[in-house]
């Protein structure tokens, strides 16, 4: 058996392989494990609050309208500080129009998420 044989039947079972994978485990996502999951996660569990900053400067954002922003946003690790204490993060996403969030600092307290900084798209 020369080399294009073997590497013909490789393929053949890798592509057997991942059919077989996405059959049986396609309904099943493998990203909720992920650490941006997480922390979108317990962002949401934990509870949202806006900070009074950001209710004075923005005082028509809810707290249903982060909570649906979290859900869609990419988190900055770069930007973010995961080490401090109490940890925080920056959310990012591409905004949808105008008045649209496109980013939103969170802070993990004990008690729930302090919203100390947002960005909205003008």
Do not use: K
């Not at 204490?85 to 004990?110: C, I, K, M, S």
């Amino acid at each position: 058996m020369n080399f294009w044989q073997r590497l013909s039947r490789f393929g053949i079972g890798i592509v057997l392989g991942i059919a077989l994978s996405l059959y049986f485990f396609g309904g099943r996502g493998c990203g909720s494990w992920l650490p941006s999951a997480q922390i979108r996660t317990s962002i949401v569990e934990g509870g949202v609050q806006l900070s009074t900053d950001v209710t004075q400067s923005h005082p028509s954002l809810s707290v249903s309208d982060v909570l649906s922003f979290v859900g869609t946003a990419d988190i900055n690790f770069g930007e973010s500080g995961p080490r401090d204490t109490p940890q925080w993060y920056l959310l990012e996403a591409e905004g949808q129009g105008a008045g649209a969030l496109t980013e939103v600092e969170v802070v993990l307290l004990d008690t729930a998420s302090l919203v100390r900084r947002v960005s909205v798209q003008n």
